[in-house]
């Protein structure tokens, strides 16, 4: 038993000598790693400049290139421009034009049924004729009652008759004299209601007001129409002007006569002279702004109404 108490206590000794000897080698490892570290590494940054709380990253602006000559944009429009409404109440009997097709001063575009109507006004036509007849006839009696007159009050201031039968002549001719007059007043009241009628039929006829373009067309064969009701929507194609505003900075630099040029917004490489033709004397106290209105010069194939356009002007100082 003495001999191996003897062998386990220098066991023990051998272990703890490599364990004291371990614990050295990594203490003078961890050192050499510390002392390398502080030798190689780079001199500290200065540290950065705290950026305030809730403070936005600063933004490069780069100037933005505005072309100086532009000062508005408006819509092209024209003078004429209405939706054509029926005058009378009636049937469509007829339609001669449809959208899309151009259209003189005065051309037929439908017609209402005007039978009944144009039978009316035939009827009346054939009463004033009739009428007309008696008043010739009256005329005829009114001379032979003046005759039959003047005879009688010669003859009575002849003594030769009494004064009863000159004056029955005489009131006889002021009878018929006051018939003449009944039929010619009759007669104008049928004329003028044959004439009426005429004016009726005229409005079963839709006529083109202007010159343009039919851009609706909102009836069809055999629809009831009443009065105002919408028919066609016609527009004028030129002359073609623009509407728009101006700040208040313009008063004086924009006036009648100015040029401008106009591109519309669709071909912008599209250019089109027009000319000021209006300017709003008052300025708009509400938007600071005057109304301007110009008009296209020349050749203005391809534009048409309600297209948008840019309006630029070279010299505003």
Request: aromatic share 6%; charged share 25%.
């Amino acid at each position: 038993m003495g001999d191996t108490e003897q062998m386990n206590e220098q066991r023990g000794l051998v272990i703890g000598t490599h364990a004291m000897h371990c614990f050295a080698l990594s203490v003078t490892a961890a050192l050499l790693c510390v002392f390398s570290g502080c030798s190689s590494s780079p001199a500290p940054a200065a540290a950065a400049t705290p950026r305030a709380i809730n403070s936005p990253p600063a933004v490069s602006v780069q100037p933005q290139q505005v072309q100086a000559d532009f000062i508005a944009s408006g819509p092209l429009v024209v003078e004429n421009q209405i939706d054509l409404e029926a005058q009378r109440d009636g049937v469509v009997a007829e339609i001669l034009t449809d959208t899309g097709a151009n259209v003189s001063k005065g051309q037929l575009l439908a017609k209402l049924d005007n039978r009944q109507l144009t039978a009316d006004r035939d009827a009346a036509a054939a009463k004033a004729r009739s009428i007309e007849a008696d008043v010739k006839n009256w005329e005829a009696a009114e001379k032979v009652a003046r005759s039959d007159f003047e005879r009688s009050d010669a003859l009575w201031k002849a003594k030769v008759i009494s004064k009863e039968l000159a004056d029955h002549a005489r009131y006889q001719h002021e009878a018929v004299q006051f018939e003449v007059e009944r039929e010619r007043e009759n007669l104008k009241y049928s004329q003028s209601t044959a004439k009426s009628l005429d004016f009726e039929l005229e409005k079963t006829n839709i006529i083109a007001p202007f010159a343009g373009i039919i851009a609706r067309r909102y009836i069809h064969v055999g629809q009831e129409v009443s009065k105002n009701d919408r028919l066609f929507w016609i527009s004028a194609t030129g002359p073609l002007r623009l509407k728009f505003t101006l700040p208040e900075a313009y008063v004086g630099r924009v006036k009648r006569g100015t040029e401008l040029i106009v591109s519309p917004v669709s071909t912008p490489a599209e250019v089109h002279a027009a000319r000021v033709v209006m300017v709003s004397p008052l300025v708009d106290p509400s938007s600071d702004t005057i109304d301007v209105t110009a008009e296209l010069q020349g050749r203005t194939t391809g534009l048409r109404p309600g297209m948008t356009a840019n309006i630029r002007l070279h010299n505003t100082q």
